[in-house]
């Protein structure tokens, strides 16, 4: 069964640093891109970062370039997201995504279950 | 950046209706606009892709269509469990994605 699992979420405090873990299982995990896309509380779905299979592409939203880190290791299945100087704005749900990328479409075709991220003092 | 606007941002409807929802791009995006269904405390899933192709295993109620700027999501005969919200989402500046506000579909 094609499978992401997300862990690392919990509260921290303005400032603050945590790191997200998403294991992937099921399918040739170093051929696809993975994402990472949020939910603040009630609010839609934004995109927060991306990187290819090998490393070699990565991209962020504005809202969190230069606070926030993708990385995967493909030795493991697994995708990261290393959030620093955590802002209130950046409570969310986060949720890895795989993205299926053909000629004529990319989108997100396989989603964990999220891991939600708390940022209180 | 492209920017995605849907609309309504909310409708109520009852079994076996007949529901539109609709996308609109700030620009051209020929047809890279997938449409995704979120149910409460669940993460999203894939309807449409590509505008108008139907992801494997959704039911072929669901259709999009559309090209350009002007993008629909039909939901042929409502079912219970078609109470969700539903998102687009614009692929034409991968590796960078947007998605529209949602609209969610509750029970008339």
């Known amino acids: 069964e094609v499978q992401l699992v997300e862990s690392g979420g919990g509260l921290v405090k303005p400032g603050g640093s945590l790191r997200l873990s998403c294991v992937a299982s099921g399918f040739t995990f170093s051929t696809y891109s993975m994402n990472w896309v949020r939910q603040a509380p009630g609010e839609g779905l934004e995109w927060v970062s991306s990187i290819s299979g090998g490393s070699s592409y990565i991209y962020y939203a504005d809202s969190v370039k230069g606070r926030f880190t993708i990385s995967r290791d493909n030795a493991k299945n697994s995708l990261f997201l290393h959030m620093n100087s955590l802002r209130a704005e950046d409570t969310a749900i986060y949720y890895c995504?795989?993205?299926?990328?053909?000629?004529?479409?990319?989108?997100?075709?396989?989603w964990g279950q999220g891991a939600m991220v708390t940022v209180s003092s | 950046d492209i920017q995605m606007t849907q609309s309504p941002s909310s409708l109520s409807a009852s079994v076996g209706d007949r529901v539109t929802i609709t996308c609109r791009a700030s620009q051209n995006i020929k047809t890279y606009l997938n449409w995704y269904q979120q149910k409460p405390g669940k993460a999203p899933n894939l309807l449409i892709y590509?505008?108008?192709s139907l992801q494997s295993g959704v039911p072929s109620r669901f259709s999009g269509s559309g090209s350009g700027t002007d993008f629909t999501l039909t939901i042929s005969g409502l079912q219970s469990e078609d109470f969700a919200t539903y998102y687009c989402?614009?692929?034409?500046?991968?590796?960078?994605?947007?998605f529209g506000p949602g609209t969610k579909v509750d029970i008339k």
């Open positions: 590509a505008a108008s």
């Open positions: 989402q614009e692929s034409s500046n991968t590796p960078m994605f947007t």
């Open positions: 995504a795989r993205v299926v990328v053909t000629t004529i479409f990319d989108a997100f075709d396989v």
